[in-house]
């Protein structure tokens, strides 16, 4: 590692590695979070590169640009000169250019195409497709020019945790199929930077039952294939509520009244109902939050933003990223 | 709310109490409520429409799972004890898809014992059966056309797996059929079948070059695992297609109802609008829209910034701390509604004829029967 020679990590040490795996439950703002995290870890005049592997478009969505190409791109710039550059890795691109890479395929390659042979390859050995994904994010990762690192971190949007072990875990995958030859090398190797110190993967969640049931599955099982794990990242947070206990009705009348707002018993025992049930979901919140605390891992909290994930949005995020501890 | 109300509204309880529909598909991005919703439109079947509903889960929560008396993974349906049917006559079944043993049984059917034992050996199926990305897709739809085929239910409702997209639920099967029927598998084949020498000699050059390609890159004991597994499944050549095609014409027939569920979240919202153009394009019944966690204030005619602003008074005033807290707490809510409905109108906007309806969210997560009870009661309307 010659991290030493790169630009101070404006973001200290809450985000030591530079590879981010980010995860998470559908549903949960997974992409969200790995553009606001590739936005934070580009502050400073840093490079960083938002990987998606899904063939969603989810980046293009949320910055609401033309679909990205296979092919690394300026998304956005960060505070302070930085820049987030933008890539959609294809399986079947990411296996021409690797064939092209070792065997200079050239035309052959394109015929192969025409065949369905690259289709018929990614999906008879599922793992193979994995390890061209993953591979190309060790390749940015790790890729230098005249021995300066290209990207300061890279972040990659994976898949949800119900597949993330199975993504991940590309030489299991692979070694059943190819026993040698340079799939079975270049696994091995994808293998090894994941594993290491370089790169952490990072879990977002909600404070909703099924997402951190999900949480507590997935770190365990990156745990035992022995990732390392970063942060758990809390989606969607509320400020916690002032007081304890909810106003009693008549003292809600007497502020209502006060307010010069309509006080009738059906606004009353409405407004009352809604904060009612705004404490259940509190202590839900709560004992799920426990929950996480119990995992002993790093944790961030991020907040809801009330008006959806706008770029004013994101730069919320980041910051909020930026701060972590 | 206005964007639920411009649509037509969705009456759940016509659809389950409806003989003539045999089969509901919920479909939908993932985290939504999607399995939730499943077993709480079954449940309700069974209890208030006397239906002997079958539900197909596919990864239902640990808790849901073990309320519907699933707890282990066996592939058949289990009857659901402990329901309220003794009026109505229903009955209640769940169970949970095994994606790999749905895919054996597949070809169990297709080809004998001997075939069958080469094939599981095979790591090219092993690799296939359990981790091919649309393998689940493809064995849901297997499954629920054996459950159709059996005839032993009034109702089977469907659960789809938590895709990539909720479309790779109608285009897996397609694909994974398309592939283990196809071209490539043939022409891997083909050699084989002539002893050595394809009889299609354009065929052959493109092949040998990409065979070549194909050792060179993952070793010659991959091709030969390759080609056991392609003569090994020689036998079942047609089989796929042609069961993938039946459940696709199950799909589109009358007895088949598709229900959406999505949340008001844009991402949700848009995987709902492209399933729904989907379906049209397919010709496949779409019947509703179940929007899920809506949130929706018990007092609505008091507006967010009004709220809040008569919260920032009582803070001035002093003495009125609580009350200011429940108009802030109001004040969000109120916000969260307006929003939730202009992403949920992008929807109703594009298909202002599929019926829909809103289910307010819970204060609290859904892991029993009684909390499915209450859930299939807000569907419904009821």
Redesign the interface.
Known sequence: MRAAEQPADPAGTAWPARLHVVTGKGGTGKTSVAAALALALAAGGRRTLLIEVEGRQGIAQLFGIDPLPYEERHLTDAPDGGEVRALAVDAEEALLEYLDMFYRLGAAGRALRKFGAIDFATTIAPGLRDVLLTGKAKEATTRTVDQRRVYDAVVLDAPPTGRIGRFLNVTAETARLAKVGPIKTQSEGVAALLRSPITAVHVVTLLEEMPVQETVDAIADLTSFGFPVGRIIVNGTRPPLPAGRVVSAAELRRGLLAAGLPADRETVAGLHTEAHDQVIRRELEDSLRADLVELGLPMTELPLLPDGVDRAGLATLADALRRAD | MPSADAAPQLDVDQILADPGVRIVVCCG????GKTTTAAALALRAAEQHGRRTVVLTI?P???LAQSLGLTELDNTPRQVKGIDVETSGGELHAMMLDMKRTFDDVVLQHTDPTKAAEIFAN??Y???SS???GTQEYMAMEKLGQLHARGEWDLIVVDTP?S??ALDFLDAPA?LSR?LD???LRMLLAPARSGGRSVFSLVTA?FG??SK??Q????A??LT??SG?VAALDSMFGGFRQRAEQTYRILQARETAFLLVA?P????V?EAAYFASRLREERMPLTGLVLNRVHR???P??DAA?SRA??D??TE?GG????????R??A??A??AV?EQQ?AARFTEAFPLVPTVSVTAQ???V?DVDGLRTIGAAISRS
């Open positions: 991005a993932g985290g939504v990864d929560a640990r808790r790591p090219f092993q690799a296939m981790t091919f990305a938590p990539r997209s694909r592939f196809g071209r490539m493109s070059m990409f390609v194909v060179k890159v993952l070793g004991q991959l695992d390759l597994f949340a979240e844009p991402d949700a848009r204030p018990a007092v005619t008091l009004s008569a919260a008074r009582l005033l009125h701390e609580g009350a200011a807290d429940v108009l707490a109001h969000a809510l916000r969260q929003r992403v204060p609290a997560d892991h």
